[in-house]
């Protein structure tokens, strides 16, 4: 018997960074705030920023709990490094 | 008919359903064999074109076709005159209100819940009535079914994968009522949503399971304990607000409806009713606060709201309308609260369901 296959096949991995980071020292890091705990991603932006010299650009969510805007995505992307996914 | 899935030829029965376990294209469950003939006759009965696509499905963003759906229909058991019911609900999961990427990543326990409304109900055999939540009844079973296997293997919404949900509830398996529309004192839900009378349709909502209620008296009784149950703190609603659906079972409705209520005054009462102090809900941590800001600065938390004042009374929900009401189950004393995600998402969608041209 003809059995037809229930899923797409798997298509390419997320691509590896272009070029890692030596040194967040002096970087613009893109910080996505999920805007879920908000203290704790405080807390890391100034540890980033006071105690390892990183310019820290804090871009916030509408909503933890559904995908950035494309605008969002975009502004994101001009940074040396990104930071995502802090939820709780 | 001109097919693209993949496919495989095997002889062995038992090979086969072993097969889908192996690479992981089923839910814990055997499935019916995605045969071609069984996926070339589901197709046929809705005459649409095999490759047309209802979009990519969260969060892996698979394409639905109608051919990877109708493969995933079959396996979940249904016969070609469920396709239809089966299409409408994933037109209406996959509606952005409903916001079905993080309904399938969520930490929190809500599965969508399929409401099927309209003759095709009754045609097709749905339950409506006794256990309407439970085992039984195939299309019941087969429609809510396929809809989860098409999550699985379109969305790859998947446990311990993209699936974060920190419980989830036996409706990850199928999750699909009917609404009792003969008796039921009021109009079906899909005509309180805006479609004409005597049409079929599907209403999604995600939800957690359902909380039985005992719930037997008079009106004001009977409201008495609904309110109290809806406004348990554990619930996201009580924090975030968002939606949430209150089934009756036909006794109850008729009882309100012999003394005069019609379903948007329930719907008002509970509004007004299932409350609690904003002291009360503070109680719960900050954690909890941190909720209630996200919703704010996003707009869907109502300013009118003091929460400085711990005396405020925060209802369930923003508005009334947010409270869903549907009359299902058998005529007992029983009726059930079935809480949404809050503020995030699972809002409900209704979409009418096409029937092929004859």
Redesign the interface.
Known sequence: MEILVPVWPAVASARAATQRLRDVRGARIALVDDNLDIPFTTHLASLLSERHGAKIERLVKPSGTAPSPRELIDGAATAHAAIVGIGL | MK?V???????DYDE?VELFFERG?TDGLPVV????RR?EAMIAHVGRDPQESLGPVPPRG??ATIE?LA??AV?GGCRPEHFPVVLAAMEAMMDPAH?L??VSQ?THMCVSLIIVNGPIARELGFNSRDGVFGNGYRSNAAVGRAAR?ALW??GGAVPWDTDKSTLSHPGEYAFCIAEEEEDNPWPPLHVDRGCPPGSDAVTVFACEGPHSIFCYGTPEEMLHVLADSMCALGNNNMHVMGQTLVTLNPLNAEEFAKRGWSKGDVRHYLWEHARRSLSDVRACGV?HE??R??ER??GRYPLRYDLDNPTTRLPVTPTPEDIHIVVAGGRSYFGAVLPGWGG??GFAVTRPIIRPAR
């Open positions: 097919l899935s993949e496919s495989l030829s095997l002889d086969a294209w064999l995605p045969t071609r996926v698979g394409e990877k493969i995933n396996m916001n990427n993080g969520t296997l293997n379109l954690v941190q909720f800001k996200m600065d996003a995030f998402g």
